[in-house]
């Protein structure tokens, strides 16, 4: 008999495990998909094209509010959770209310959704989201680079855009492909690092595609995850990133943990800027839960390009979207420039305009620093008119993006980024020399 199936999701994962498993499996038949964390994803519509002859009408997406109505209305009788950075309560939040509408409750692991390579790959993932995910991935690149590797990058899936079909499978090798491509600020926050070093990247939902593209021009894969997801590539290396500054989540976010528990590398990041004693607690919980691991501590430097704008004046500062946001943290790379260089941040709460009022009330820890919500066309623009409102001397823009490209500032414009250090990126050398990588 076949099940009646709701995956819940966020554009991403959901796409990714409907596309990876449930397509093909003749027990299921998804009747909906459910949305969370991406504004506007609710209200469209999985298409027919990629779902295939058992879904001539393609797969309607609802908000995920709605899901006890949805599985009473649909006749559901199981739902897959399929999105990432929860806690283990919320994870088990959800299961309750599953249960208690009368479905069952499926979590996929990774051997039913990870896509195999005929390229080596090395996987990078993460406790939660911020962790530095991206610049572990990226300081991989180049030791592989250095040793005459032809390497690329395969993101993690974030098809925010309407026309999914378009974005099964995209590759962005300079600022060009983002037009193209109509890609968000949470997009180019990902992929605009990767071509400031000088990397193609892949990114899209349709990994089989993603794959077969990636590995005609390259030697390694480097899966960069999303949140803390898990890996949507089969990995000969997987590296788990974890963060002293969120001491504890390592083992109690899904699907962090996991990430923690599948490691053979794991990265304490942030040791220069997090609590010895923070530290210490995370390498003994990686020790404890893993250790069978390689530990590798590491500084996530930061780049500054004008420090001088900062000394002594008053800043409002922009950070990474998805950290600040579902991620949970309360500051990143510009609150630390600041406090680095002497300057003074200026609270931007009595400015905030539209979408991003919405965005504080959803996210109560949010203070200081201004998360770069950019969704839409109409997040970008409230994004501007809140940080060309706030009486300030400097912008410090934190986000990977290239906000400059997207906005026009009021005020001068210092960019910070974060890399990982070099000591810690040649460590990380040796271990892929050992492992046969390089």
């Known amino acids: 008999m076949t099940e009646r199936l709701i995956v819940m999701g966020a554009a991403g994962r959901d796409f990714h495990n409907f596309l990876a498993f449930f397509k093909r499996s003749r027990r299921y038949r998804v009747v909906a998909f459910t949305a969370a964390q991406i ?16 879904y001539p009408y393609g797969i309607p997406i609802h908000p995920e509010a709605e899901l006890g109505p949805l599985i009473r209305k649909l006749r559901a ?37 990870m896509v195999p390579s005929v390229r080596p790959v090395i996987a990078v993932s993460a406790a939660r989201t911020g962790c530095g995910k991206s610049q572990t991935a990226r300081a991989l690149a180049e030791e592989l680079r250095r040793r005459g590797r032809r390497v690329v990058g395969i993101r993690h899936s974030m098809p925010y855009g309407r026309d999914l ?58 899966f960069d995850g999303g949140n803390n997801d898990l890996p949507l590539v089969r990995p000969d290396l997987h590296v788990t990133v ?93 609150t630390l420039a600041v406090r680095r260089h002497g300057g003074r941040i200026v609270d931007p709460r009595r400015w905030l305009a539209g979408s991003l009022r919405a965005t504080y009330r959803n996210f109560p820890h949010l203070a200081l620093e201004i998360p770069a919500m950019g969704y839409s066309d109409a997040q970008v623009r409230d994004l501007a008119r809140t940080v060309n ?29 974060y890399e990982l250090d070099t000591r810690s990126a040649r460590r990380l050398g040796r271990i892929l020399a050992e492992r046969g990588l390089t």
């Open 39 to 54: 504004p506007g994803i609710a209200g469209r519509t999985f298409p027919a094209g990629l779902a295939g002859r058992r």
């Open 389 to 417: 409102a706030i009486p300030c001397d400097t912008v410090v823009d934190g986000s990977p993006a290239d906000l400059q490209r997207l906005i026009r500032f009021a005020r001068p414009v210092v960019n910070v980024r």
């Open 165 to 222: 079909e378009a974005q099964a499978c995209q590759r962005f090798a300079g600022v060009a492909d983002f037009a193209r491509h109509h890609t968000t600020i949470e997009e180019e926050e990902e992929y605009q690092p990767w071509l400031d070093h000088g990397f193609a990247v892949y990114a899209g939902f349709d990994y089989v595609r993603i794959l077969r593209a990636a590995e005609r021009e390259a030697d390694v894969l480097i």
């Open 242 to 334: 974890v963060d002293p500054h969120r001491a504890g989540h390592e083992a109690t976010y899904y699907p962090g943990f996991v990430n923690l528990l599948l490691a053979d590398v794991v990265v304490v990041n942030k040791v220069d800027s997090a609590a010895p004693e923070a530290v210490a607690r995370v390498v003994a919980a990686v020790r404890a839960h893993n250790p069978r691991a390689i530990v590798v501590k590491a500084r996530s430097e930061l780049r500054v390009d004008h420090p001088e704008r900062i000394r002594g004046r008053r800043c409002a500062v922009i950070g990474d979207g998805p950290t600040l946001s579902h991620g949970g943290m309360g500051f990143g790379a510009g």
């Open 77 to 113: 009788d199981t739902v897959c959770l399929s999105y990432s950075d929860l806690s283990h309560q919320e994870v088990m939040d959800k299961a309750s209310r599953v249960l208690a509408a009368g479905a069952n409750f499926l979590l996929l692991g990774p051997r039913d959704t």
